[in-house]
């Protein structure tokens, strides 16, 4: 039988994080696990904290009548209410449970949000590099993403974005951490962004929205706070998951939340739960909601990636790879040396077993990503291997 096109056309071009990934498993299983250095796939290898395990014994212990049935689509009240007092703090706003909707995961989250959103034809305009299931994300649901280069230092190019906004333009999407760059955008920027966005809004009759993708913010190192969205700009969603601060990507919990100033609040609110529902989702699972609602304190032991960060940081200082300083997240973007072609750069290290993800992945070629989120031991044991690496790609 046929395929759909635009899913042939996808599985010939699939994501270059997941096929590193898989061919470090057949390394892994030619090689010894202990031998391959693999850096390809930002899958955090630190159990969830204790808090979890103790939460999640007792609720599947307890196993009450109907605490495995549905729920009203959004999730359930008790828990929205739960996260919007987190989210309350962190965005430095005042909402309650109805501006929550329970997702599985980020990436759920945000095919809702576009499904919620997008007509035919409309624009989702995204920095350069950027996490690259954005674009099967946006044309799932008809839409078309503008890619825009972020300054030689990672941030926004503001002046660069305002030029690509027209009438066509539903939202600006970032995402802070940043994956690839581990960069953390300051509260100036982000108030920038939103003076030229409401500006844009007022000229044209339609405010685009502002979406941050933020499953990173719990992961920020040297005191540099993640500033906030929702109480920056009027039509903001931040889209979020546990899957990084409570290590539980495979669970896919994760949380929608809009700003309360949000223009016809209550309809956007009922289209996400409609989308939530249709979209197959039907509501993000029963026993994760629950359990993320007792834990909104908790998370991984982030000193523990920064010490990760400091040892590859040593390893890569030593070789001489240049690179972007990593402010949160669990990933170097390093430049390929020498100016080199990334794909090429790849290929050369995956013989000497160290796997990274190029950058044309992101939409940057020239560069290539590495995920520090394994044991510190690996990252030590992989100095020879990128030193032999090194000498032979300088030769």
């Known amino acids: 039988m046929p395929l759909a096109d635009a899913v042939r056309e996808a599985l010939g071009s699939q994501s270059m994080i997941r096929k590193m990934f898989e061919e470090g498993t057949l390394l892994k299983q030619q090689h010894g696990a202990h031998n391959v250095f693999d850096f390809s796939l930002g899958n955090p290898d630190l159990e969830p904290p204790p808090a979890f395990h103790e939460v999640f014994v007792k609720m599947a212990s307890e196993d009450e009548k109907g605490s495995h049935a549905y729920m009203p689509n959004g999730g359930y009240p008790h828990v929205r209410e739960a996260l919007a007092k987190k989210a309350s703090a962190e965005q430095q706003v005042n909402i309650d449970g109805s501006h ?48 825009v280069d972020a300054l030689d230092d990672f941030n926004l190019d503001v002046d660069a974005i305002k030029a690509k906004l027209n009438p066509k333009t539903a939202a600006v999407l970032i995402n802070s951490p940043h994956n690839p ?47 906030p969205i929702l109480s920056a700009y009027k039509e903001s969603l931040v889209v979020t998951s546990y899957s990084k601060s409570l290590s539980l990507p495979g669970e896919r919990i994760g949380y929608i939340a809009l700003g309360p100033e949000a223009e ?80 090429a750069f790849a290929e050369h290290l995956k013989k000497h077993l160290i796997l990274g993800v190029p950058g044309s992945g992101f939409g940057k070629p020239g560069w290539i990503r590495f995920a520090y989120c394994v044991d510190e031991k690996i990252i030590e044991a992989s100095g020879p291997a990128f030193q032999k690496a090194m000498e032979e790609w300088g030769k």
């Open 264 to 343: 016809d609040k209550q309809n956007l609110i009922g289209a996400l739960i409609y989308a939530t529902r249709i979209l197959g989702y039907v509501n993000a699972p029963a026993l994760m909601q629950r359990i993320v609602a007792e834990l909104v304190s908790a998370r991984v032991d982030v000193d523990i990636y920064a010490r990760r960060r400091g040892a590859f940081a040593k390893v890569l200082d030593q070789v001489g790879i240049r690179y972007s300083k990593a402010e949160g997240a669990f990933y170097y973007f390093c430049q390929v040396p020498s100016g080199g072609d990334d794909l």
């Open 181 to 227: 760059t581990g960069k953390i955008y300051p509260p100036e920027l982000i108030a920038h962004l939103a003076q030229v966005m409401e500006a844009h809004g007022r000229a044209s009759g339609r405010m685009p929205y502002l979406i941050s993708d933020e499953p990173y913010r719990e992961i920020a190192y040297d005191g540099i706070a993640v500033p």
């Open 100 to 147: 929550i909707i329970m997702s599985c995961g980020a990436a759920g989250g945000l095919n809702v949000v576009f499904k919620s959103i997008l007509n035919p034809g409309d624009e989702v305009i995204v920095s350069r590099p950027y996490f690259m299931e954005y674009r099967p994300y946006v044309s799932n649901h008809g839409g078309k993403i503008v890619e």
